[in-house]
Nanobody, 121 residues
Framework: QVQLVESGGGLVQAGGSLRLSCAAS????????MGWYRQAPGKRRELVAS???????NYADSVKGRFTISRDNAKNTVLLQMNSLKPEDTAVYYC???????????????WGQGTQVTVSS
């Protein structure tokens, strides 16, 4: 089985910073892209940032210049450094990984359980 476990969410004032961490564990052969998504109440889940196994990154326009995604391939972890947070960043943040699990037939997407980020004004 594969598990993605997130940590680092919480309550912060506008302008503050948080760092989210996600660790993938289990019978993993290879992880391709990893990313962070978020879902605010009443809204669709949206991509925040993603990173390939070679380090190529992609960001939502709303977070460019404020958030930084990084990963440690040796530890199967992905981080999201969030600076200059705004109330509109309030959401549940989910980690995602496209990976090849031992014994499977191909790449599958896995999700973490989500971590709440609340930014007060």
């Amino acid at each position: 089985q594969v598990q993605l476990v997130e940590s680092g969410g919480g309550l912060v004032q506008a302008g503050g910073s948080l760092r989210l961490s996600c660790a993938a564990s289990g019978s993993i052969v290879r992880i391709n892209a990893m990313g962070w998504y978020r879902q605010a109440p009443g809204k669709r889940r949206e991509l925040v940032a993603s990173i390939t196994s070679l380090g190529r990154t992609n960001y939502a326009d709303s977070v460019k210049g404020r958030f930084t995604i990084s990963r440690d391939n040796a530890k199967n972890t992905v981080l999201l450094q969030m600076n200059s947070l705004k109330p509109e960043d309030t959401a549940v943040y989910y980690c995602n990984a496209d990976l090849f699990q031992r014994g499977s037939l191909g790449i599958q997407g896995y999700w973490g359980q989500g971590t709440q980020v609340t930014v007060s004004s």
